[in-house]
């Protein structure tokens, strides 16, 4: 079982940055994928980033130049760096983990919200 428990959103101006992080329980973290999602009131839930266990990284392409996604094994934890933030970033945003050497997500965390002010 992987518990896992984002921190780091907020309110934030249009053009700001903030840092998401997910820090998971459990064992075998360095061999899951990991991603984040987000989803905003209305909206289907969208994969934002996703970095393998080997660490190879894709963005859906409203992010690409703007999200960096990170992990650092040793501290069983994965990270969303958000810069040059727009309105339409806002929305809840959920890590997820797969399986071991897995690619489908099984486990969610609970959520963080990040709200993008004009």
């Known amino acids: 079982q992987v518990q896992l428990v984002e921190s780091g959103g907020g309110l934030v101006q249009a053009g700001g940055s903030l840092r998401l992080s997910c820090a998971a329980s459990?064992?075998?973290?360095?061999?899951?994928?990991m991603g984040w999602f987000r989803q905003a009131p209305g909206k289907q839930r969208e994969l934002v980033a996703r970095?393998?266990?080997?660490?190879?990284?894709n963005y859906i392409d409203s992010v690409k130049g703007r999200f960096t996604i990170s992990r650092d094994n040793a501290k069983n934890t994965v990270y969303l760096q958000m810069t040059s933030l727009k309105p339409e970033d806002t929305a809840v945003y959920s890590c997820?983990?797969?399986?071991?050497?897995?690619?489908?997500?099984?486990?969610w965390g609970q959520g963080t919200q990040v709200t993008v002010s004009s």
């Open positions: 459990g064992s075998i973290f360095s061999s899951r994928a």
């Open positions: 970095i393998t266990n080997i660490g190879a990284t």
């Open positions: 997820a983990a797969s399986s071991p050497l897995g690619t489908t997500f099984v486990y």
